[in-house]
């Protein structure tokens, strides 16, 4: 089974998908937010056509490692994913993920409308290797 990686931003929610093996993270797609119920069901057409059966969600957490406005929308989508689409949801620490994906675009002189474009989805994939990384050092004689 595969892993969906999830970076859900106020416009946009960026998509990535594990490997089978769960090792690598690639960058899938972005949805552009309507509705929660809309976007939900993107997501779980994702889910299907993927064969994911757990989802990583990028949690929005400050600095001082406190929760504010934006990791509460977040976790209130967390919980309608679990409850609509019966899926393990985990909530990953996503600091600096969008800030190092743009950095890293940058350096690679990729114009900014581009960067536009691909920014939500190598974020989801950013955070979805972190997820990935810290499982396999959790157990790391482990494929999964």
Known sequence: MRILGLDAGKKRIGVAVSDTLGITAQPLTYIERTTRKKDIE????LVIEHGVDTIVIGLPIRMD????????????????LEKRLSITVVRWDERFSTSAVTRTLIEGDVRREKRRTLVDKLSAAYILQGYLDSRRQEHPLSRT
């Open 42 to 45: 993107e997501i779980r057409k």
């Open 65 to 80: 490692g406190s929760h504010g406005k934006e990791a509460t929308e977040v976790e209130e989508f967390a919980k309608s």
